[in-house]
């Protein structure tokens, strides 16, 4: 196991790993941190790759790390290449040759652990393949719908009502200047018209729950928590949520497990909700979910955990 550096590779604004870069740095675990918004203002690479394989230096203003010690890569929502200073056509090609080109060498590092490898996250972005390697590991999974067609869908809430829409992705709008998303909600046969036609959608059957429980895998480990509320979607109000530690019914960690494996992950935000019966039912599983919230209102040592991942730290 090498010793080297660990790439931490964020936006500016990052609470998160904020928490984790300070964990390793108590350690004394060197970090060197970037946005791929850094490059090329202050973010330089330079790699060979021959019989040895890639070998370099990737650079930043305070920091050089040498691209055959990388220990791990930790990939949090980096804001993007830009070129503001180019006109469209050749910033068009400026973030090509950077994608491919730094991303391809980030994405190739020898005997690096990636929490998670890029290329695996937009794999698990995608929510129907999600949902068919959930069913695939043993998890209840609602009956889901995925369509274009205004019949199909009033046919499938007809059939599976009460149910919900959900969007397969989560871009952000600006209404009266303020940053918003689409939000999970319930639907009727009625609230369907010709529209449903113009793009994809996703629809499915409101589990008649009693709770939820976020479920956070770092490595080995699973970190389970109830999340109670009156909330459709947790999500829209975190000051209406109480929080409890719960152990997962037997076989769920298992299957965590096999998800995570299918697309080579050792990260995940999974979310389940609790039916009336004590049922787990997988809804979703983000490769690069939020967690670190959950840590002072549960004291799990979800930071601690994240570190020794990264850190490659015997367990």
């Not at 990737?58 to 070129?83: C, E, I, K, M």
Request: glycine share 8%.
């Amino acid at each position: 196991m090498t010793t080297g550096p660990v790439l931490v590779v964020t936006n500016l604004d990052d609470p998160t790993t904020d928490l984790v870069i300070a964990e390793l740095h108590d350690r004394g675990v060197p970090v060197v941190r970037f946005d791929s918004g850094d490059f090329p203002a202050t973010l330089s690479l330079a790699a060979t790759i021959d019989r040895q394989g890639i070998t370099g230096t990737l650079s930043t203003p305070t920091r050089t790390a040498d691209l055959t010690r990388v220990r791990s890569l930790y990939y949090r929502r980096p804001s993007g290449f830009t070129f503001p200073h180019l006109d469209e056509q050749t910033a068009r090609f400026a973030v090509g040759q950077a994608r491919y080109g730094l991303g391809g060498v980030l994405a190739s590092l020898p005997g690096c652990l990636y929490v998670n490898h890029s290329h695996r996250i937009g794999d698990a972005e995608f929510k129907p393949s999600g949902l068919a390697t959930a069913v695939d590991v043993g998890f209840q999974v609602p009956p889901t719908l995925i369509t274009s067609e205004p019949d199909a869908a009033r046919a499938f809430i007809k059939r599976h009502a009460p149910a919900i829409y959900k969007p397969l992705s989560t871009p952000l709008y600006l209404i009266d200047g303020v940053s918003s998303t689409v939000q999970v909600d319930e639907v009727t046969p009625e609230d369907i018209d010709e529209r449903v036609a113009g793009t994809v959608h996703l629809f499915q059957q409101r589990v008649d729950k009693a709770g939820d429980v976020r479920v956070t895998v770092i490595g080995d480990r699973v970190f389970c928590v109830r999340i109670d509320s009156d909330l459709l979607d947790w999500r829209t109000d975190y000051g209406r949520l109480h929080y409890s530690v719960v152990e997962p019914p037997a076989g769920i960690a298992d299957a965590l497990h096999r998800y995570l494996a299918r697309f080579g992950l050792v990260f995940g935000a999974f979310d389940f909700a609790i039916d009336r019966a004590g049922a787990w039912w997988f809804l979703e599983c983000n490769p690069s979910g939020q967690w670190a919230w959950m840590e002072p209102e549960t004291g799990l040592p979800l930071v601690a955990a994240t570190a020794d991942l990264l850190e490659r730290k015997a367990s």
